[in-house]
């Protein structure tokens, strides 16, 4: 009778150890294996540490197929929810597979652009943390397209390692749609087009609208080589490049352009626009206000295009005005026997 009990125990120890076995459910990543997309996205939302974090993890090991179904639950989804489908979007912009991290970082820039808040402010601080990793992968793939990307050594270029120029020729194979890897380079300061590059106008202008600090330069295209803005009273020189068109004629930082010679355009274009819709080694003619006096000066457009500075076509002619418009004391004149424009109306090239 002293035994029964041992063995009543012993039995009971191996029933209940084969049930446990029995009925115990199978690891959580095991179970994440074979769920489907939309059970992995739900249970992202578990309270559970590990539940959300193997489906996280199941999710990325899926790469890019799991990523349209990310997309699509994260306008919807409770504020939890979301900022982990955002994580599990990072981490797939992060990924070293291509087409992932290109899927990942598009749909991030969709988001970036949106109206809602919500959705617009976590998609801009993952792409503006990884400004660099963007750049350098945009870079990369604008030259295996056929881009030509060159530094600059400027003021701005020595701020950004990133910024240079970028040149689009008839080695350019992206199309329209490889445009989208110029968007994403950090500090790019100049983009150059030839039209070889065979580049539709809508989406060339996209890409402008995108990169208002861009200088774009087009093949054909005169130039002064000068910095600033147009104010719609002139164009507000600030700064004026080395052995550019612009320094050899004597134009200085504060300088105002407010006309040029030129019947053909209207008015109101900008003189900055009106300058670039001549060739190089057009003979221009300028009419400037510095301080309280106007002055005239005749310059030879020079040539920007692939160099990334404007460069004289040729040397100036020492008979040519752009030298004698400007006296050795810096005071602006005139030629003698013509008349001093003092405003855009009475500059000679003015429309009448």
């Not at 190089?280 to 500075?309: I, M, N, Q, W, Y």
């Amino acid at each position: 009778m002293g035994g029964i009990p041992w063995r009543w125990l012993v039995g009971s120890v191996v029933v209940i150890g084969l049930t446990s076995v029995w009925i115990a459910p199978e690891p959580v990543a095991e179970r994440m294996t074979a769920a489907p997309a939309r059970q992995l996205i739900e249970s992202l939302g578990d309270m559970d540490d590990h539940v959300w974090r193997a489906a996280a993890d199941e999710i990325l090991r899926r790469g890019a197929r799991c990523i349209p179904d990310c997309i699509a639950a994260i306008p919807q989804a409770p504020a939890e929810l979301r900022l982990r489908l955002f994580y599990v979007l990072e981490q797939e912009f992060l990924s070293s597979e291509t087409r992932t991290a290109e899927l990942a970082e598009e749909s991030l820039e969709e988001f970036q652009r949106g109206v809602r808040l919500d959705l617009s402010m976590p998609a801009d601080r993952i792409l503006n943390e990884n400004a660099g990793l963007r750049t350098n992968r945009a870079l990369i793939r604008i030259q295996e397209l056929g881009g030509i990307y060159r530094p600059l050594d400027s003021a701005r270029s020595r701020e950004s390692a990133s910024a240079g120029l970028v040149l689009l020729d008839h080695r350019w194979h992206g199309g329209n749609a490889g445009l989208i890897h110029i968007e994403r380079i950090r500090g790019l300061s100049q983009l150059h087009i030839h039209p070889g590059a065979q580049l539709s106008k809508a989406a060339f202008d996209e890409v402008i609208r995108r990169l208002p600090r861009t200088h774009v330069v087009f093949e054909g295209q005169g130039c002064l080589g000068i910095e600033g803005e147009d104010s719609g009273f002139g164009f507000h020189v600030r700064g004026v490049g080395r052995n550019t068109p612009a320094a050899r004629c004597g134009i200085q930082p504060g300088d105002v352009i407010i006309d040029c010679d030129d019947f053909a355009q209207p008015p109101a274009t900008p003189v900055a626009v009106r300058v670039t819709r001549y060739a190089p080694g057009r003979v221009v003619r300028l009419h400037v206000r510095r301080a309280r006096s106007c002055f005239s000066v005749s310059v030879e457009l020079g040539d920007a295009f692939g160099k990334g500075t404007c460069t004289c076509t040729g040397e100036p002619d020492p008979a040519d005005s752009s030298t004698a418009d400007l006296p050795a004391n810096g005071r602006p004149s005139v030629r003698p026997g013509e008349p001093t424009p003092t405003s855009l109306a009475d500059s000679p090239g003015a429309p009448r």
